[in-house]
């Protein structure tokens, strides 16, 4: 993992930098709520590429998904990514969605040629300075699953990401906030070291309850300070209707990924923030 994407910001940048290593709780998380999900490959007793995915009711999403720089090139990325697809309709989903880098070439080039089609941009919005978190820790309590897939099912039937909140509260590093009609899950540690949180996803019931996903948005941001971050991020589709009052709550952006999809995700409102993100 590492070794892949030191390389690619050495490309990119020019940077010669270590990139920062997942916490081993994340891959045992993986691995036991989804072990067919995890695929790897070994070449000589080495192991030389991973992916993962996870499935949420009918709808799979693969990420991250990574070749060591040494193999790239001879279709270790095609094997594997068949391999995960093949897993995720398994469970029966029925749209499998991934979200890569926009400005690489190379990358829209493989999942096109795999079929897949652009969604959406996904906007990275940062917000470098938390103020205003003198009220107290917010609560933050264990995911209602069944209602995380109420809340879920208002925007896609039978989308189900339950699993993703119990995952990473497993994990030690997510914290579900709750409302009336909403629910956001924040991951306080994302990037062992760095001080970011990281807002992952913002479900509600529709545009209605547009005030409550806002007030969780702010609860988290409390939430993060409270957990010893510096600032936090999110990743927003171009078309959520919770962008441009995350903007104006002084969020800027950062730059753009794409989201690209094999069958249709047909949401009924966009008063969310879901990310499918590695």
């Keep these: 993992m590492a070794d892949t994407w030191s390389n690619l910001l050495k490309r990119q940048t020019g940077l010669d930098l270590a990139y920062p290593v997942r916490n081993a709780s994340w891959y045992f998380t993986r691995m ?7 695929i790897c490959m070994e070449e000589d007793g080495r192991m030389i590429a991973t992916g993962f995915a996870l499935s949420c009711g009918n709808v799979g999403w693969i990420g991250p998904m990574e070749v060591s720089p040494k193999h790239q090139g001879r279709g270790c990325g095609t094997k594997l990514l068949i391999s995960l697809e093949t897993y995720l309709a398994s469970r029966g989903c029925e749209a499998v969605g991934l979200e890569t880098m926009k400005d690489i070439v190379r990358n829209m080039d493989f999942y096109s040629h795999a079929g897949y089609q652009e969604e959406q941009d996904m906007l990275f919005l940062e917000k470098d300075w938390l103020e205003g978190h003198d009220a107290g820790r917010p609560e933050a309590r264990k995911a209602d699953l069944k209602e995380i897939r109420r809340l879920a099912s208002t925007i896609n039937p039978g989308y189900d990401p339950s699993s993703e909140f119990l995952m990473y ?3 030690g590093t997510g914290r579900t906030l709750m409302g009336e009609g909403a629910a956001a899950l924040l991951i306080t540690d994302p990037i062992p070291g760095s001080g970011k949180a990281y807002i992952r996803t913002v479900l509600t019931e ?26 936090i991020f999110t990743i927003v589709p171009l078309q ?9 709550g002084g969020y800027k952006p950062k730059g753009a990924d794409v989201r690209m999809m094999k069958g249709k995700f047909n949401r009924s409102h966009e ?8």
Excluded: F, T
């Design 32 to 38: 036991r709520h989804e072990p067919l999900g995890c």
């Design 169 to 171: 509260e497993e994990m």
């Design 206 to 231: 529709g545009y209605p309850r547009l005030n409550e996903a806002i007030s969780l948005v702010q609860r988290a941001e409390r939430e993060a300070l409270w957990s010893g971050a510096r600032s």
């Design 240 to 248: 959520s209707d919770l962008l441009n009052h995350l903007i104006r």
């Design 271 to 278: 008063c969310s923030v879901i990310s499918w993100s590695g």
